[in-house]
């Protein structure tokens, strides 16, 4: 057992992320398919959100996994990339860094196709030009 009682071996096991759906499919599913390999850090997050202009309550859940994928692509991306997916009081899981748009975006082995760049948000070419790999939004009701 890990420090903090947490079971790593689990959590570094992609199928038990299938709970995550994409427009592609399972994550667990989409990572195994693409190679991947889940490093640390690693976890499930579940936060209370407060609003305190309406005095309202809402969940989020968080999950963020570094992963390094055995495929063509950036290494800021394929190496230590990180999947950041949230979902707000069960609603759809949201991608919410630039590795886990690609991954619900496109089906494993087309992430960094030949053309990804040219298909790249703006925001995505920008921070990759920058030698970055994070975008941490949230969730918006």
């Not at 009081?89 to 990804?116: M, V």
Request: hydrophobic share 35%; net charge positive; charged share 30%.
């Amino acid at each position: 057992m890990a420090k903090g009682g947490a079971n790593l071996r689990f959590l570094h096991d992609p199928v038990n992320f299938n709970f995550v759906m994409t427009a592609q499919g399972k994550l667990g599913d989409l990572l195994r398919r693409g190679r991947c390999t889940i490093g640390d850090p690693v976890g499930v997050d579940y936060l209370q959100k407060v609003d305190d202009k309406e005095a309202t309550k809402s969940d989020l859940w968080r999950v963020l996994i570094m992963v390094n994928c055995n495929i063509r692509g950036p290494r800021d991306f394929t190496r230590g990339g990180v999947i950041i997916f949230e979902t707000c009081d069960g609603q759809a899981w949201e991608p919410r860094s630039f590795l886990a748009k690609r991954i619900a975006t496109y089906p494993p082995g087309s992430w960094f196709d030949r053309s990804w760049f040219d298909r790249a948000h703006p925001k995505e070419q920008e921070v990759f030009k920058a030698g970055k790999g994070i975008l941490v939004n949230e969730c918006t009701e």
